[in-house]
């Protein structure tokens, strides 16, 4: 089916006094999410899709005062550190300049 003649087939909303929410949808075309919380706290959810190249996208996240952090096999990885710039991190770390004059 193409994403134009998509349908919605589950659609669930709710919002509550206290500030919580929820939702969920999917659609005829593999679009699935869902995500609930505390408005302006805290939230958790995920989401997946099917790539142009036909894999299942997924992906979970959660988002409060630590920040949003993203999970999925499908982004990117940080790379290690080569060793040359970790030694050069640690001598600045322990040695910090003192600009007093």
């Keep these: 089916m193409s994403d134009q003649n998509a349908i919605t087939?589950?659609?669930i909303s709710n919002i509550n006094f206290d500030g919580t929410y929820s939702?969920?949808?999917r659609t005829s075309n593999n679009i699935n999410a869902e995500e609930s919380g505390k408005g302006g706290e805290s939230v958790s959810g995920s989401y997946s899709y099917i790539s142009n190249d036909g894999q299942q996208v997924e992906l979970t996240y959660e988002a409060d005062h630590l920040g949003y952090r993203?999970?999925?096999d499908f982004?990117?990885?940080d790379?290690?550190?080569p060793e040359y710039i970790q030694r050069a991190l640690d001598y600045i770390r322990n040695n910090p300049p003192n600009f007093k004059k």
Excluded: K
């Design 70 to 72: 993203p999970q999925s």
């Design 23 to 25: 939702y969920v949808y």
């Design 9 to 11: 087939l589950e659609q």
């Design 79 to 81: 790379h290690p550190i």
């Design 75 to 77: 982004l990117p990885q």
